[in-house]
Nanobody, 121 residues
Framework: QVQLVESGGGSVQPGGSLRLSCAASGITFSVTTMGWYRQAPGKQRELVARISGGGSTYYVDSVKGRFTISRDNAKNTVYLQMNSLKPEDSAVYYC???????????????WGRGTRVTVSS
């Protein structure tokens, strides 16, 4: 059974930083491309970053240069370091496997509870 547990969200001022973590179980983590998704109120969930099992990364344009995705295969954990946060980054952040690189569709139907990030002055 797939379990994804996100943590590390919170409230910060613009320009601040947060580090999100996602612990995964029930999957062959080391070979799974993992992604961080976010969903803002009234908007669809979107993929913001992904990392392959070998460490290749991709970022959506709006977070390039500010967010860094990484993984620890020994701990079955994926991270998202978020710097220079902007109010538009406010959302609930989720992790999941990435099924399709073009569409960003998630690999697993089971989602965690997510972790909320609020960027506000």
């Amino acid at each position: 059974q797939v379990q994804l547990v996100e943590s590390g969200g919170g409230s910060v001022q613009p320009g601040g930083s947060l580090r999100l973590s996602c612990a995964a179980s029930g999957i062959t983590f080391s070979v799974t491309t993992m992604g961080w998704y976010r969903q803002a109120p009234g908007k669809q969930r979107e993929l913001v970053a992904r990392i392959s099992g070998g460490g290749s990364t991709y970022y959506v344009d709006s977070v390039k240069g500010r967010f860094t995705i990484s993984r620890d295969n020994a701990k079955n954990t994926v991270y998202l370091q978020m710097n220079s946060l902007k109010p538009e980054d406010s959302a609930v952040y989720y992790c999941n496997g990435v099924r399709d690189y073009d569409s960003g569709s998630a690999a697993f139907g089971s989602w965690g509870r997510g972790t909320r990030v609020t960027v506000s002055s």
